[in-house]
């Protein structure tokens, strides 16, 4: 299904509005490190934000070490960020 790619005005307006994402270095991807107590929080934190990315049909790229959980959100069908990574991202925000 194809979705709109975020005008950069748009990106720049959505990443103020978001807590500790950066934009990753081509502009096609936000990206968020969190640390957590332990091993067992962090795999927490991801068994429920893959339950909301499963919901929304939207999922992250994502690499976890022991209490370390880095995460990519980029659109494949949008070449780029669209309003479905804002809306995970604000998601998963709330888990923390
Ligand atoms: N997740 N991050 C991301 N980007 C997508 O384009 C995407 C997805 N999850 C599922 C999905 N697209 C499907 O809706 C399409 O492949 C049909």
Do not use: C, Q
């Not at 934000?49 to 976890?64: G, L, Q, T």
């Amino acid at each position: 299904m194809a979705i709109p790619r975020l005008t950069h005005e748009e990106r720049d307006a959505a990443l103020a509005e978001l807590t500790g994402w950066a934009l990753r270095d081509d502009g096609l991807a936000i990206v968020r490190t969190f640390k957590f107590a332990d091993f067992a929080e962090a795999f927490g934190f991801m068994t429920r934000a893959a339950i909301e990315a499963e919901k929304a049909d939207h999922h992250p790229e994502w690499f976890n070490v022991y209490n370390r959980v880095e995460i990519t959100l980029t659109t494949h069908d949008a070449g780029g960020l669209s309003v479905r990574d804002v809306s995970l991202a604000r998601l998963i925000d709330g888990f923390v």
